[in-house]
């Protein structure tokens, strides 16, 4: 009997600690997957707060960027434009220098024949499309400049009453159909003291 009954404490004794050792265990093992939990959720949270941050960079930098190529883009058509304007401009010019020497006819309107001061002007421009009045004192119905401001293709005016026009060439010089003994000519553009400068020309 004392034999048996040894036999079942000792047996008692081992399940006591076999349970007791159950339960020790199980309370790490439950915390540690907690833990693993939260750890997955801060990191993912912290990979969506990354990757907002990211978005948000490159939506600001792709606004700069944006930004730039539409200001270069607007530089580069104001300088085309700009480009263009002068060179209409000099084509003008170019095309009136071609009559140099020709000559001085009282009433003329001809480029090659003959043309007064008026008539030289008005048939120059008109072959650029522009309709100028026949008499030289019209012709100040135009956008006025100051002389400080001249420029290739504008029109220089003389007198008081404006009796006389030149087509500014730059280099201080004007192309003009002076009088019937010089005819067509280049001239300094203060051969005489202007009396005012306009353009028809952008």
Do not use: W
């Amino acid at each position: 009997l004392s034999v048996c009954m040894s036999t079942a404490m000792a047996a008692g004794a081992q399940a006591a600690d076999f349970t007791s050792g159950e339960e020790t265990l199980e309370e790490p093992l439950l915390t540690a997957e907690d833990d693993q939990t939260g750890d997955i959720s801060e990191i993912a949270n912290d990979i969506v707060a990354q990757a907002e941050e990211k978005a948000q960079e490159y939506q600001k930098l792709k606004e700069e960027a944006d930004r730039a190529a539409a200001k270069k883009a607007a530089e580069e058509r104001a300088r085309k434009a700009e480009e263009e304007r002068v060179a209409h401009r000099q084509e003008i010019v170019d095309f009136a220098m071609q009559f140099e020497g020709n000559p001085y006819v009282y009433g003329g309107t001809s480029l090659t024949n003959g043309a007064d001061v008026s008539g030289f002007m008005m048939s120059v421009f008109k072959e650029f499309g522009y309709e100028l009045p026949r008499v030289a004192a019209a012709s100040m119905n135009l956008t006025e400049k100051e002389l400080s401001d001249i420029e290739v293709g504008d029109l220089v005016f003389y007198g008081s009453n404006i009796y006389h026009v030149g087509l500014y060439i730059g280099d201080e010089k004007i192309i003009h159909a002076s009088t019937s003994a010089s005819g067509i000519k280049v001239s300094d553009y203060d051969f005489e003291i202007p009396s005012g400068v306009g353009t028809y020309l952008k």
